[in-house]
Structure formats: C-alpha cells, structure tokens
C-alpha cells in the first residue's frame, strides 16, 4: 500500500505540474496507476467490488483534483470504476444463475436469499439506471430472467455500496479483482491503440487530390493523414502553426518526413485559405456529453471559418477522450491560462507590467488560453474508435462507457465517507 | 486603352483636319444642289458601278432598286428613305462623315430632320451631344456620297462637279457604297470608303467604329482645348474609320497589359471615364510571356522562391534577403531612377515602411521630390514625358513590393492632374501646381479624413466599453487615444498574429499612453470576445462589393465578432475604397517572406522545421491580406461619415468624381 500511495503522489505532482502533455499520455498513465492500486488494495471478505469502488475513488478524487482541466483523468477513473462494476455485475449473475439453476445451498447462499427483500427498492434503482445501457434484443427479450438475477449482483455491486452486504464466495473474490485487472489493461490497451482504430478508418474519408487543413499537432491526426497517405491516396494538408505553442511545426515536420505535401500557413490565414479546403480534420482535447468538444486553442475560429464555407468539420478522438460531463461555460471553466512569455517577451515588456500604476492594477493583461470550445453544431462528424458519429450520438456513447453512478465522483464519495 | 486609341487617332484627325475648314462649306453648297445635281447623275454611275461588283448585299439591293425608281426625280428625299430599310449602312456612313459634321452643322438643317430622325434611335447609346450633328453628316455623306471627300482630295472646282452629279445619280451612290469593299481597295477617301464599311460591318465592327469615333471625338475635344489652331479636325473621318477596326485588334492586348501602368492622360470625357471603371486586369505571374517580359524590364533582380505553393502561382514570390543588397550596390548605377524613389523603394523592400496610409504618403512624398527635380527634355511636352516617368517609377516600386489599392488609387490621382494641367502654364508653375496637389491630397484625403473618421468612430466608444482591434491599424490607433483623451472608460484588446506582431508596438503606444490593453493572439479571439463590446478594425482597401481587404486575420476576428453579435467597425479613408470586387483571399493576395513563418520571432525554442526549408513536399506560405466578406461587417467608418457595407459603390462613385474635378 505504502508504494501505491508513493505512485499517487508522484503521478499527482506530475498532473499538478503539467509535466504530463496530452489527453493520452495522461489517461495511459492514470490507468496503469489505477490498476496498480487495484492490484494492491487487500479486499475484505465480502462487497470486495465496493471495497474496490471505494478505493478507486479516493485515489480518482485526487487524480481529478490536481489537474481538474485534464478531463482524460476523470474519464479514465470513471471507466475503471464502471470496468469494476461491470465485472462485479456478470460475476454475480453467473453466479446467481448457477445458483438458480442448481440450487445449491451454500451459507452464502442462504445469506443471500436473506438480503434479497432487503435490498429490493436498491434493486429497482439499479435496474433503472441499467435501462440507460444500449438495449439488445438480447436484454430486451431476457429482461424477466435478468430481473431476478438484478437483485443479487446489484446488492454487491450497486451504487449502495457501503450498506451491501452480500458475501461472496472465496473463488469469486479472488476472480472479481483478477476480471478488473484484465479488464483494465484491456482499457490501457485500448488507448494505446486507439491511434490505429482510428487511422484505419482514413481511406473512408480521404478520396484522392483532397485538401485538408488542420491546425496544431495531434498524434491521432498524424496517424490517420498517414494511414490515407500509406494507402496510395496522394492529398495536400494545410496545416496552420497553432500560435502560440506552435505545435502545427511539429505536425509539418513529421508530414514532410513522411511524404505528404505539406504547406505551414499562419493560424490567420485559416480563413483566407479555408475556401480551397476540402476537408477540416483536427484532434479534441475533450469531447463533452452534449458533443461539444474541448480542443486546442484556435479551433473555434476555424470551425467557424469551416462552417462558413460549408467545410466539413471532422474530429477524430479516441474513446478515453469522452467525458460524460455536460459543459457549463466551458471557454472559462474548462480552461488554463499559460504563460503570458509565450506571447510577450518579459525583457521588452518589463516597463509595461509595471504594477505600481495609479490605480493599483496593472494596465497590461496578457491572455493565454489553452483551449476552445467548439460547440457542436459546428461539429460535422466525430470519428472515434468505434467509427463515426455525430455530434448529437455522443451521450449515446457515452451510456456505454460509464455507468450514471459515477458522473460525480467527488461528491459520491466525500458524501458517502 | 481608349485614351491610347483616340491619342493615335489625333494625328490623323488633324491631316484631315486642315482640310475640314474648307470642306463645311462644299457640302453646304452641294446640299442646295440636290435638287439641282439630279441630271448629271450618269458621269458618277459608272464609278459607282465599276466598284460595285465585289458586294452588293441583297437587301440592299432591293431597297436601293425601290429608292432608285422611286425616288430618283427628288434625290434627297430618296437618300433618305432608301436609308430607312439600312440600319447598319447608316451608322457606317455617319461614321465616315462625322467630320464635317460638326463644322457643317449649321448648313444643312432641312435635310437633317428625316436623318436625324433615324440616326435617334441608332445613336441613343451615345448621349454625347454632338450625335445630332453626325447623323447630319450623314445624311450628307449618303446624299452625296463622293462630295464631302472629294474635296479634300480634288480641286474644289472639281469636287463641285462631282457632289452635284452624284448626289443626283441616286442609283449610282447606293451601288458606290455597297462595292465599298472594292473602294477600299481604291482607298480614295470618298465615302466610298466609309460606305463599304456599312455594308460588311458585324457587330464587333460596328461597335469598334462607335468606340473609335468617340476616341476620335475625345481626341478632337482635347487637341481643341488645348490647341485651338487645329479644332476643326473634321474631315478625319474616313481614315480613321477605317483603319481603327484592325488596329484595335492590335492594339487591345498591349493596351490592355500596359494600361494599368500607363493611362495616357489625355482629356477624358465622361463617357470614356464609364468605361475605365472596368479596372484593367493585374498582372498574373502564371503567365510565363508576361512575367518573360516583365523581367527584362525589371530593375530589382529577383530570384523566383523554390516551393512555391500551387494556388498561389499567379502571385509573385521572390527569395528574400538577395534583393536589397543587389539594389544598394546598384544606387549609382541606376541612373534614370531619382533617389527619392530609390530610397522608397528600398524602405519598401526592407519593410521599414508599412502600412497603407504610411506607404501611400511616402510615395507621394517622393513623387512630388520627383516633380520638384524635374525638367522636361527638349523635344517633349511635360504632360506625356513626365506622365511616363512616373509610369515607370510606379513599375519600380512594384518590383519593390506589390501596390496597395490605395496607392494604386494615389498614383491615379497623380496621373490625372498631370494629365490635366493646362497647356498654358509654364514648366515651374505646373511643378508649382503639381506639388500643391499632391500636398492637397495627402492632407485631404488621408490626414484630414483621418480626423474625420476619429471623431465620427469616437461618437461610438461609450464608458465601459471593451474594444478589440486587431494588428496595427493607425486610425484605429487615433480613435483610441482619442477617446481616452475625451476621458470615456474602456478598455482595449489588442489581438496578434504571427509573422509580423504588428500588435506589440500597438500595445507599447497605447500603454505608455496610459490605455488598460489585454494583448492576446489570434487563436484565442473566441476565448477574449465574451468580454468585448465593439470590434474596431483598420482596412488595406474596401472594395466595392463590401469586401474588405486588410491585414491577413482581419477576417477571422470579424467572424468571430460576428458569430459572439459583437459589432464590427471598419475605419477605411475613403481613398482607400475601390472599384474592384473580389470573393476571396486567393485570386489576389501579396506574399510575404516565407521563411518568417518558419521561424517564431522571439521564440527561440520554437525552430522545428528550420532546416527542412529546403524539402520538396514543404511550402511555407505568409499570405500577407485577406477578404472579409460584407456580412460580417456592421458599419464602415470613412470620411463621408458612417455607412454600412453595401454603401460602398455609391461613395467609389461620389468619390470618383470629386476626385477627378479636385
């Protein structure tokens, strides 16, 4: 344990610092945190899924904490709390669905059965919340059988997760905790490889002699210009430099050295140009509930630019960028100021930043955002891993990554603790 | 062009010209003889005749068969009615006479009514008020076709002879004028000449000897202002009419490719000046002959940039960096070039000078050095020798950098008052007046209408207000300090672009003034325009279809603007508005130096792709201006006062002809 919480407080200094750059780095890491302290933390006996959920959180609430502006974190909690919940949920119904069928009377079992009128209303709220799930025929046409089984799981692994008091078998102890694991790295996994998902889809988007401009880095779009550039598609980018970390320098460099015809235009020139654009295909910082998106700064401008000249407006995102979070005043609340040296040289400008002005507040303010938020409307099409979406699906996705309970994760536990 | 054509023509119209006086009163006199000269028709007919052969057209024939049975008794009512049926012959034949026309005028007044009847509708297109008088002549030339030229060639007591007898032999003339094309051949300077014309001309043709006669007028009414001796220039007609067709053909391609440098300053009327609104096209660097030929021109040496982007073919982009020297090492060498141009060129080439209205005035400045050092060279008259000076100065300083429109519209200005000073004045007193407008129109047009146009912005910053603007505009500038000198509250925002930071010396000015400024980058616009209330913009030039053209990003913060409902003011002098449209950002831009955008001014970590300059699948592009289309654009601030964008052609207008009678 001791190590684990040595880790925490590395990796929140890390987040405090800004020392980790990119939603990818970031959730890859918080994962790997994650599942090293799933991997430490001793579960009791029993509700070891709560023990667990418990456990995540604390640490999750932290994570969130020391770089609240780095959605990827809360994302990847929230997902590994639902991987726990998830893998909790199909244990018990295996197990119940043994039991109903064979019927054997274990003491847990009948441990069990005593619950069962206990916990009934949590059932039911449970039940609910599971509606929001995507409805296969499969679920539609089981729904009778599942209910019964519903009780059991969700009385271990449901919000409730102090008062459960369902006990689990030995086996299935040791099973839960080894299930999350492997479906954590599945996760990592996934992140580590959404890049290529993503990227296969290109040829489905890039036809030949396009044009497309983009603005700053992103490895996603790095990749995916690639993967069309890999498939014999002969294309030109634009990429505009993203002032002021002038990241779209990187980005040309590595398209020079890959082959494309590249052309580096000033960020103000995106409106001149963008009437000869095709195609605007950029990456998100963030992908919000109500499928506005987080991004780099400068990309509201250009959605606008897009929009204006009937542009389609392509964001490619990997899953872990999902937040199920609704926007509230984003361009402010979901935003970081950089260093005003990146605008203004210190040295030339000292005499201007002189505090002890008349009236006490200085008359240079220097501003220097990170992000932009586009809202969705200027949002065409959303390709994540999973293929392409609209902006409107999002919340649809976004049901199927995290479980409703997790939403807050703050609050759940400092409330519940 | 035109001025160009009607300048060739002037020679021409002046030859003929001596011999109009005499003519007035021979057609006069042959139009008494009309009625008179119907007996001897026969001695013309047989010239008609032998001329004849090569074309006859069909309706023609016909009309001319009914006229001549007709009509033959009474020769003058005839010419009129078989010139009914013939539109296109009318014209042709007004053409040719139109000469003797004005000097006849007075003579012929009963003949003219049927004529001038039919000439109405065929020249309502030209409102000029002589059209009257030409279609007079016209009735003339046909009623008696050889007559008018007749005289100038042979002895009056011939030609007497002559106008009498065919004016009688109505046959004779008709067929005389449909063999025009054989009389061509003849190029006697009867109207036989004139004539053929009427019955070949197309379209083009006809509308080519409407043009050149306009010209010809133009030219006439310029030689007669300014030399009185030679105002009669009547007579010309025939010639002119016809060689103008084909020299036209030649002449429209050069015309067109020198005309924006070289607009030859005659005299325009009114008319002409419609037809120059059309801006000649610019000079587009795609085309391989065209910029062949610029080169062997050229004073600077250029070197054409290695990766050039593909959608920008057509504008100019040079290396950098090898121009300035190589121009310096050239300062003694150049001898036709005066410093004081020379130097302007090079602080454009520097970009020590920017700025529309800081360029514009420099020019000028240095144009009127040019004026002052001037003297006209024996053997030429200072109005054309100086007007091609400047010509070919104006050319240097494009090498230098492209014009601005508002320079563009300078030079204009420039050209015209060189164009228009009277004959009268002597060398130093046309210097003299040369340089006092040339003061009046940098204090006017820009220091002036800056004024204006700061107080009128100013009545627009209310207390608590949040200004944006973006680069360095200097009226924007001058409202600002403006309204703090007024003492209202607001705030400033400085938005930036790279490569040129024009904004942090904006910034510095304003804060040493004691201004609250925010300073932000472009990217961030959407970040920054919650809090602003008004956007205040500078312009490179309005066009005059609402486009603004400004500093690249212009656009963006517009849009921005836009999309938060956040007004957006333009300030634009309006020497600054022009007649040209343009949609985009593309069909005509200026590049800057590439290489600015590779590297990051002040950003020493930033130099990713310094060292791959030089890679073939890399184009660095530094788009210098852009389009802000109309609908972004509340309200264009401008001396006239305050107008929205649609506004514009009404003051190109206005101003286009104040400008001309300054």
Same mark, same amino acid.
């Given at each position: ?417 | ?39 001897? *028709? ?10 004849? *052969? ?261 504008? *100019? ?52 050095? %040019? ?22 100065? %104006? ?268």
């Amino acid at each position: 344990m001791p190590d684990v919480q040595a880790l925490v407080n590395d990796f929140l200094n890390k987040l405090k610092k800004r020392k980790i750059e990119g939603s990818q780095a970031t959730s890859r890491q918080t994962a790997e945190l994650l599942r090293s302290v799933i991997s430490q933390q001793r579960v009791p006996y029993n509700n070891q899924a709560g023990a667990l959920i418990d456990a995540v959180k604390a640490v999750g609430e932290q994570l969130i904490a020391a770089n609240p502006v780095e959605l990827a974190v809360g994302n990847i909690v929230r997902r590994v709390l639902h991987i726990i919940r998830e893998e909790d949920l199909s244990l018990t119904t295996a197990a119940m669905a043994g039991l109903n069928l064979s019927a054997v009377s274990d003491d847990e079992d009948d441990e069990e059965r005593d619950d069962l009128p206990v916990l009934s209303a949590a059932v039911v709220a449970a039940a609910a919340r599971s509606t929001l799930r995507p409805p296969s025929l499969q679920t539609l046409l089981e729904d009778m059988p599942d209910t019964a089984a519903i009780p059991h799981t969700s009385s271990s692994g449901g919000d409730s997760e102090g008062k459960s008091k369902s006990a689990d078998k030995s086996s299935r102890s040791r099973k839960l905790k080894h299930d999350v694991i492997e479906a954590v790295n599945e996760l990592i996994q996934d992140i580590t490889t959404c890049h290529e998902q993503i990227a296969e889809q290109a040829v489905e988007h890039i036809h030949q002699n396009e044009v497309i401009l983009t603005l700053g880095s992103s490895r996603t779009v790095l990749e995916f210009l690639c993967a069309a550039k890999e498939k014999k598609r002969s294309f030109r980018v634009f990429v505009a430099e993203g002032a002021p970390r002038y990241q779209g320098h990187l980005l040309a460099k590595e398209l020079v050295a890959r082959g494309l015809q590249t052309t580096l235009i000033t960020d103000s020139a995106v409106f001149a140009m963008i009437s000869r654009v095709n195609m605007v295909i950029v990456g998100a910082h963030a992908v919000m509930a109500n499928g506005g998106v987080i991004a780099p700064v400068g990309l509201n401008m250009v959605a606008l630019a897009a929009q204006k000249h009937a542009v389609p407006f392509v964001v490619l995102a990997g899953s872990h960028k999902l937040c199920p979070l609704y926007p509230h005043n984003p361009e402010v609340l979901l935003n970081e100021l950089r260093s005003p040296s990146e605008l203004l040289d210190f040295g030339e400008f000292s005499d201007c930043l002189d505090f002890r002005s008349v009236t006490g507040s200085p008359l240079l303010h220097v501003v220097n955002p990170t992000f932009d938020y586009v809202p969705p409307k200027l949002v065409s099409l959303f390709i994540t891993d999973t293929g392409g979406h609209n902006p409107s699906y999002m919340y649809r996705l976004i049901a199927d990554y995290y479980s409703a309970d997790d939403l807050v994760v703050k609050r759940r536990t400092t409330s519940g603790n | 062009m035109e001025a160009r054509r009607g300048w060739r023509a002037v020679p021409k119209v002046r030859q003929v010209g001596f011999f109009t006086p005499n003519e007035p009163p021979p057609p006069a006199r042959t139009q008494s003889g009309p009625p008179d000269s119907n007996s001897p *028709p026969l001695s013309n007919s047989p010239a008609g005749n032998s001329l004849s *052969p090569v074309m006859i057209p069909p309706p023609r024939h016909l009309s001319d068969n009914l006229a001549h049975r007709a009509t033959s008794p009474l020769p003058v009512p005839e010419t009129s009615a078989f010139r009914r049926p013939i539109p296109g012959g009318d014209r042709v034949a007004v053409v040719g006479s139109y000469n003797p026309t004005d000097s006849m005028l007075g003579a012929s007044p009963p003949l003219t009514s049927p004529s001038s009847r039919i000439g109405d509708g065929e020249f309502s297109e030209e409102s000029s008020p002589g059209w009257f008088r030409r279609s007079n002549s016209a009735k003339f030339a046909s009623s008696f076709p050889g007559g008018g030229f007749d005289l100038t060639s042979i002895k009056s007591s011939e030609t007497l002879e002559v106008e009498v007898k065919k004016p009688v032999e109505v046959p004779g003339p008709n067929i005389a004028e449909k063999s025009g094309v054989a009389g061509a051949e003849l190029q006697t300077e009867s109207q036989s000449s004139s004539k053929p014309l009427k019955a070949k001309t197309t379209k083009a043709e006809r509308r080519a000897l409407q043009e050149s006669q306009r010209a010809a007028k133009a030219a006439a009414k310029g030689e007669a202002t300014g030399k009185p001796a030679i105002s009669s220039e009547g007579a010309a007609t025939s010639k002119p009419v016809k060689q103008q067709p084909s020299r036209k053909k030649d002449a429209l391609p050069a015309a067109t490719s020198v005309a924006a440098s070289d607009r030859k300053g005659v005299d325009r009327p009114p008319e002409k000046e419609r037809k120059k609104e059309v801006p000649p096209p610019r000079m587009q660097f795609d085309d391989k002959n065209r910029v062949e030929k610029a080169k062997k021109r050229a004073v600077v040496n250029q070197t054409e940039a290695r990766n050039r982007v593909e959608l920008f073919r057509h504008l *100019p982009q040079y290396e950098r960096g090898s121009q300035l020297p190589d121009l310096e090492s050239k300062f003694f060498l150049l001898d036709p070039m005066h410093p004081a141009v020379y130097k302007v060129g090079l602080q454009y080439l520097a970009g020590d000078i920017s700025g529309g209205n800081a360029r514009c005035i420099a020019m000028l400045q240095a144009f009127q050095e %040019v004026i002052k050092d001037y003297s006209t060279p024996p053997e030429k008259s200072l109005t054309r020798d100086l007007t091609a000076k400047v010509g070919s100065y %104006v050319s240097f300083l494009i090498e230098c950098r492209p014009l601005s429109m508002s320079m563009g519209n300078a030079i204009r200005f420039l050209k015209n008052r060189i164009a228009k000073l009277p004959l009268s004045l002597s060398e130093s007193e046309a210097k003299e007046s040369l340089c006092s407008d040339i003061n009046r129109f940098i204090n006017e047009k820009i220091v002036l209408a800056d004024k204006v146009i700061v107080r009128h912005a100013a009545s627009k910053v209310r207390d608590g207000d949040v200004l944006l603007t973006y680069g360095s505009s200097c009226v924007v500038e001058m409202i600002l300090l403006y309204a703090h000198e007024l003492g209202k509250q607001f705030r400033v925002v400085i938005v930036d672009s790279r490569p040129k930071l024009e904004g942090q010396a904006l910034l510095r000015r304003l804060v040493a003034k004691g201004l609250n400024c925010t300073y932000t980058h472009i990217n961030a616009v959407s970040y920054i325009m919650h809090e602003v209330t008004r956007v205040f913009l500078g312009a490179s030039s309005v066009l005059s279809n609402g486009t603004v053209y400004s500093r690249v990003g212009t656009a963006c913060v517009a849009m921005v603007a836009h999309a938060f409902r956040v007004p957006v003011l333009i300030c634009c002098e309006a020497y600054k508005f022009h007649e040209r449209v343009q949609l985009d950002s593309i069909c005509s831009n200026e590049l800057g130096d590439p290489d600015a955008i590779a590297k990051a001014s002040g950003r020493m970590d930033v130099n990713y792709v310094d060292n791959l300059a030089n890679k073939e699948n890399l184009q660095l592009l530094n788009l210098m201006y852009d389009a802000t289309p109309l609908e972004y654009i509340s309200m264009i601030v401008t001396d006239y006062g305050m107008i929205p964008p649609t506004s514009v052609p009404v003051i190109v207008r206005e101003y286009r002809r104040e400008h001309l009678w300054i």
